[in-house]
């Protein structure tokens, strides 16, 4: 590129860089990463780019794609393309460009990180609560349940006593778009159940309907429920880590890999679309292969 198409690029990135500084009042940080993008960008898309009047979507889109396809991951993507966004956008303001050619182009989609699931024997840990403490039978019900049943943190906290069915082992839950589903829980949930029932009289008052209720003898909160695993958690010694939402992608995680039953784990959650339990849920390969294997009539491997 000769020096002149170069000088006339700079000049525009400086102009920009300074915008930033003294008009918009960003962080030097963010003044740093868009000239670095931006100078990136320019050096890139050299052969094209005698001026920045000559940018076209077509640059943009080869210029992400070819960082895509060097590894860089989605997250910095989506921040070079933030830059030249801004850049472009404040092209478009001084009358350099007639449209922002950054606009029409897609963001890469961002992996939605999956949730920590619990392994089978921190969860024993977890639940082997020996206290016969209103409270402590309470709590354990509550772990007992959530990972008996996979329920989402507002549903559990919304049960009505006259919800759960003791005898026939199920639960019945108004969840997302007031959809109602029935869930199945095993014995041991049945049993802490039970126990916390004995004493709630102590908590909640006659009229009260809820199923689990606090000290101050009301429901309790979704706050509450976070507060009162984060304390057994640490009590047991698994740290502070320990959130409802785990319990409920462990119930999903350990369902998965014993059954391989997507849609009926799909049912269990409560999810409207099949996509989201794949998402949300994960088997390890072996699993995986090993389902392949009895399953697809051309799959037979050599011993």
Request: hydrophobic share 40%; with cysteine; charged share 25%.
């Amino acid at each position: 590129m000769s020096s002149k198409p170069a000088a006339a690029l700079e000049h525009w990135i400086q102009r920009f860089l300074d915008y930033l500084r003294y008009e918009r009042v960003s962080s030097p940080h963010t003044c740093k990463n868009y000239q670095r993008t931006l100078n990136h960008f320019s050096i890139e898309m050299a052969e094209h780019l005698p001026d920045w009047q000559a940018l076209k979507p077509s640059y943009i889109r080869e210029y992400i794609s070819e960082l895509s396809f060097q590894g860089l991951a989605a997250s910095s993507l989506n921040l070079r393309l933030s830059a030249l966004r801004s850049f472009c956008r404040f092209l478009l303001r001084e009358g350099v460009l007639q449209s922002n050619p950054a606009d029409g182009v897609q963001a890469p989609k961002q992996a939605k990180p999956l949730p920590k699931n619990m392994d089978v024997d921190e969860l024993n840990q977890l639940l082997d609560i020996q206290d016969d403490d209103p409270l402590a039978l309470r709590d354990k019900a509550i772990f007992e349940l959530f990972y008996a049943s996979g329920l989402r943190l507002a549903e559990l906290v919304s049960l009505d006593m006259v919800m759960v069915d003791l005898r026939e082992q199920e639960v019945r839950v108004t969840g997302k778009g007031n959809k109602t589903r029935i869930v199945p829980f095993g014995k041991q949930a049945r049993d802490a159940i039970k126990a916390w029932i004995k004493v709630r009289g102590e908590l909640a008052p006659a009229d009260e309907s809820a199923l689990f209720v606090s000290q101050r003898r009301q429901r309790m909160s979704p706050r509450s429920v976070e507060a009162r695993l984060k304390l057994w958690a640490k009590i047991q010694g698994l740290g502070d880590n320990v959130h409802p939402h785990k319990l409920r992608h462990s119930f999903a995680t350990h369902m998965l890999e014993s059954s391989g039953d997507l849609r009926a784990v799909q049912e269990l959650l409560g999810h409207a679309n099949l996509s989201t339990t794949q998402v949300y849920t994960h088997l390890d390969f072996n699993h995986l292969a090993e389902v392949y294997d009895k399953a697809h009539p051309r799959a037979k491997r050599k011993e």
